[in-house]
């Protein structure tokens, strides 16, 4: 951490879902290279936590509480940010929900529609909300999963959910351009609290291990330093495109 740059001196972040885990890493790294981070998640009491823990590192944040699927709370999110800041440069939609192991043929309808709502849904109508205030040379980064390329089993619809994300970098980059850029990071298995049912069993976090080249599972900081080098301008020709960062875990070609 001691050598990274400042690549986002006088941008303005947005990060969704990001008081913990990636979401969390995400804004410190953005934080640490000079941008102004709006973080935010469903709970006051983690939004305060992570805006101490961030401001203690020396990082110009603020805070607002903003579950994705609430209407009322994203509209909110882009007003405090433009008040505060004036404008957004860069955005990380980062947040999804997992509420289910069944197979997709056996998940409620309520599940569907949660998945769609929270994991593809929210990210679209949180950009349109933040479209009028984003600059010319901004920047969107989705946030899915190595999941989106081989669904399993225990995650179908999740995984599926993230496909769509992989579909929604490529029309939106289109959509957004020249202006803005749209990107996507596809995690390997990370050990959050999300991912927690996986990887705190001792068998099945080995048998993870086995499937990367690497040896080990992914960290918050991996996914935050993919997801700064797509948000920055050393990425300034890439649009349309998901890096996937998973130790080398089976992707695709
Ligand atoms: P995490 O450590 O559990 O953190 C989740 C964060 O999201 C918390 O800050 C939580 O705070 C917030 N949150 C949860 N639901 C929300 C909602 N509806 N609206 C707003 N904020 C919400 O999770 P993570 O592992 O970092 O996951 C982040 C992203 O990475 C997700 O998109 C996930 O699909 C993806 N991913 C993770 C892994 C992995 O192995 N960990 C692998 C691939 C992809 P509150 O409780 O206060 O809301």
Not at 92 to 100: H, Q, T
Not at 173 to 187: D, L
Request: aromatic share 4%; with cysteine.
């Amino acid at each position: 951490m001691e050598k990274i740059g400042k690549r986002f001196q006088g941008k303005v972040a947005i990060v969704t879902a990001s008081t913990q885990g990636i979401g969390f890493s995400i804004a410190e790294r953005l934080g640490l290279e000079g941008a102004s981070v709006v973080i935010s998640s469903r709970k006051q009491n983690n939004v305060d936590e992570a805006v101490e823990k961030l401001k203690a590192r020396g990082i110009e944040v603020l805070g607002v509480v903003c579950h994705v699927s609430n209407a009322q709370q994203r509209k909110n999110l882009i007003d405090k940010t433009v008040q505060k800041y004036g404008k957004i440069d860069l955005i990380v939609s980062n947040a999804a929900a997992n509420p289910s192991v069944d197979t997709i043929l056996e998940s409620k309808e309520s599940v569907l529609d949660k998945l769609w709502e929270i994991n593809v849904k929210a990210s679209i109508l949180l950009l349109k909300d933040a479209a009028p205030h984003l600059q010319k040379g901004s920047s969107v980064v989705f946030i899915s999963s190595i999941s989106a390329y081989q669904p399993p089993a225990s995650m179908a619809m999740y995984g599926v959910t993230k496909t769509a994300l992989l579909g929604l970098t490529k029309a939106l980059a289109a959509e957004m351009a020249p202006n803005t850029r749209v990107n996507c990071v596809a995690p390997g298995f990370v050990p959050t609290h999300f991912a927690e049912f996986i990887t705190s069993n001792d068998a099945v976090r080995k048998a993870i291990e086995e499937q990367t080249l690497l040896n080990r599972l992914g960290t918050t900081e991996d996914m935050a330093a993919a997801t700064a080098f797509l948000a920055s301008d050393d990425a300034s020709y890439i649009t349309g495109e998901t890096l996937v960062v998973a130790g080398g875990m089976p992707s695709r070609l």
